[in-house]
C-alpha cells in the first residue's frame, strides 16, 4: 500500500544536484553518506532518469492512538500511506534507521533499498517545481504554513495539545497555535502528487552542516518560508513538529 511518486531528471532542465539549500548559511552542507543504503544513489538517475521519492511524510501505524509520540525508540517499517498518522518526535539516527527498513528484504524486493532522503534530492525536487511553475519562494501559497489558511479531515493534532484528534480541522493565517496533521489531508498541501513538502512536519535529510543535521520544508509553526528551507536540528532532538521522508532506490 506504501505510494512512491517519480522525479524525472534530465540532466538539462532538472539535474541532480544541490541548489538551494542556502538557508542560514548551509550551502556547504554535504550528504550523509554514512546513512546510504547503495553504494551509489545515482545509479538510477543514470539509468532511468529520475528517482523515487515518498508520495507522503512517514506515517508510523504503531503511533499511539491519543498522542503524538510513538515509541520512537522501537524502530518499525515507516508507511507512506495517505492519512496515516504522521511519525513525528523521532530522532536524525531513528529516521535513517527507519528509513533503510522501509524497503529491505531481497526475497520480496530483490537489490532495491530505500532510504533517508538526501539533500540533494530534496533540492532536485524543488528545481522540478520551479521549472514546472511551482512557487518555493517566500512568496509560497500553497502548503501547511503558519502564515497559510488551511484544511482538512481526518487525524490531526494542535501545537498546544499534542493529542491525535480525529474530524475537520482548520487553520486561518497566523493563527496559534497550529495544526499538524495526517500527511496528505491538507489538499493545497499537494504539488505533483507529492504531499506536504511545504510544511506540515520539518523532515530530515540526510544532510550535513557544519554541526547538527538538516531539516528541510519549513513546517507549520513558521511563516514565511519556503519549501526549499533548511534548517538545522541536533541530531538527538525529538521535537513534535520533526519527521522525515524515505526516497526508493530501484537498483
Not at 70 to 90: M, Q, R
Not at 117 to 144: A, L, P
Not at 164 to 193: C, D
Amino acid at each position: 500500500g506504501n505510494q512512491f511518486v517519480w522525479v524525472p531528471v534530465d540532466g538539462i532542465d532538472v539535474k541532480y544536484e544541490k541548489w538551494c539549500t542556502i538557508e542560514l548559511s548551509y550551502a556547504n552542507c554535504s550528504d550523509d553518506k554514512s546513512v546510504w543504503t547503495v553504494s551509489d544513489e545515482t545509479t538510477q538517475i543514470n539509468i532511468y532518469g529520475g528517482f523515487y521519492v515518498a508520495r507522503y511524510e512517514a506515517g508510523n501505524e504503531n503511533a499511539l492512538a491519543n498522542s503524538t509520540n510513538p515509541n520512537n525508540t522501537e524502530i518499525v517499517k515507516p508507511v507512506s500511506i495517505a492519512g496515516t498518522k504522521v511519525w513525528n518526535n523521532i530522532n536524525y539516527n531513528n529516521a535513517a534507521m527507519a528509513s533503510r527498513l522501509m524497503i529491505d528484504d531481497e526475497n520480496i524486493y530483490g537489490s532495491n533499498k530505500s532510504g533517508l532522503i538526501t539533500g540533494t534530492q530534496w533540492d532536485t525536487i524543488m528545481k522540478w517545481y520551479t521549472n514546472s511553475g511551482i512557487t518555493v519562494d517566500e512568496t509560497q501559497n500553497w502548503g501547511t504554513h503558519y502564515d497559510l489558511a488551511y484544511s482538512g479531515n481526518g487525524q490531526y493534532f494542535t501545537s498546544s495539545d499534542t493529542i491525535w484528534s480525529e474530524g475537520m480541522f482548520s487553520h486561518t493565517a497566523n493563527q496559534t497555535p497550529q495544526v499538524y496533521h495526517a500527511s496528505g489531508l491538507n489538499r493545497n498541501g499537494i504539488q505533483k502528487n507529492i504531499a506536504d513538502l511545504g510544511g506540515n512536519l520539518w523532515e530530515w535529510v540526510s544532510e550535513i552542516p557544519y554541526s547538527g543535521r538538516v531539516v528541510r520544508s519549513g513546517g507549520a509553526d513558521r511563516g514565511l518560508l519556503r519549501s526549499s528551507a533548511s534548517c538545522r536540528h541536533l541530531f538527538g532532538s525529538t521535537i513534535y513538529f520533526l519527521g522525515f521522508r524515505p526516497v526508493l532506490y530501484v537498483q
